[in-house]
């Protein structure tokens, strides 16, 4: 069964840069789509937004707009959230996860990997 498996993360201060990754355990894995989300304490896991694997499209939240891109590797089968500008209202566990074909549902989840941005 394929694995999402997430890393980068971290403590950043307000206005710098991070990039998360997240990597398919199978290389011949073809989702539809690959979704990045976040939930902060206290709060409900949020959609950031998402790329289309084979396109390339990307579609983003209000919020992230302009600061946030997401990026793929087909090859390497691995999505990217680079994210700058950040700010402390960004802190949150990030979680990576693919949408799959057959279910267009996000079935495979990545760990979670925990942002935090200081003022």
């Known amino acids: 069964q394929v694995q999402a498996v997430e890393s980068g993360g971290g403590l950043v201060q307000a206005g710098g840069s991070l990039r998360l990754s997240c990597a398919a355990s199978d290389r011949t894995f073809n989702p539809y789509d690959m979704g990045w989300f976040r939930q902060a304490p206290g709060k409900e896991r949020a959609f950031v937004g998402r790329?289309?694997?084979?396109?390339?499209?990307?579609y983003y939240i209000d919020s992230v707009k302009g600061r946030f891109t997401i990026s793929r590797d087909n090859a390497k089968n691995t999505g990217y959230l680079q994210m700058n500008s950040l700010k402390p209202e960004d802190t949150a566990a990030y979680y990576c996860?693919?949408?799959?074909?057959?279910?267009?549902?996000?079935?495979?989840w990545g760990q979670g990997t925990q942002v935090t941005v200081s003022s």
């Open positions: 996860a693919f949408r799959s074909r057959a279910t267009r549902q996000y079935d495979v």
């Open positions: 790329i289309t694997w084979n396109t390339g499209d990307t």
